[in-house]
């Protein structure tokens, strides 16, 4: 199998039917939930990854709520908890042009257009209309940098070099 990226992680179970509780971290979980996609669930202390398919999908209170096929009760899922979801690289969509994957962001170095380096992206953040880059530097506390056009200026994730023009005060 090729390389696997990290969909989710199944925090609990949900009712008595089989349902897990799930925290996502995609940004398409529609799309990776959909019912009767392939999902590859990888437990702590297995070396071997479950392929599971999905049976349904809805979200409640802020969590990815799936069941999986040949998996009717909670006696079923309950081993599942803390278990990791993954899906394979080649399940990832095309996306649009300037949209990109955490994982192609996560570990990028950031510096200004001057030729400051201010740090390496270490955590995607969704508080709303934008996604917020958590900076950590070599030294010092972390930055947050909006993920917008007016901050961000370049991005080759091939180099794993982003540059940013700070607004003013964004840096202080």
């Known amino acids: ?6 969909v989710g992680k199944i925090v609990n179970t949900h009712g008595l039917m089989g349902e897990v509780r799930v925290i996502s971290r995609t940004d398409f979980a529609d799309e990776r939930y959909r019912v009767g996609n ?3 669930l ?4 297995e070396n071997t990854p479950i392929e599971l398919t999905i049976r349904s999908h809805r979200v409640h209170k802020n969590f990815d709520l799936l069941t999986f096929e ?6 079923q899922v309950e081993k599942m908890k803390e278990g990791i979801l993954k899906v394979p690289e080649e399940a990832l969509s095309e996306l649009e042009e300037n949209a990109y994957y955490f994982h192609e962001i996560i570990g990028c170095n950031v ?5 400051l380096v201010l740090g390496e992206i270490t955590e995607i953040l969704t508080p709303g209309a934008n996604d917020v880059w958590v900076v950590k530097p070599e030294r ?4 947050l940098i909006p993920y917008i056009a007016d901050v961000v200026k370049k991005i080759d994730i091939a180099n794993k070099d982003i540059v940013i023009e700070p607004l003013e005060g964004l840096l202080d």
């Open 1 to 6: 199998m090729g390389k696997m990226f990290n």
């Open 38 to 40: 392939k999902i590859f």
């Open 111 to 115: 510096r200004t257009l001057d030729g």
């Open 140 to 143: 010092g506390k972390e930055m």
């Open 70 to 75: 040949g998996y009717n009760g909670i006696n």
């Open 42 to 45: 990888y437990l702590k202390n």
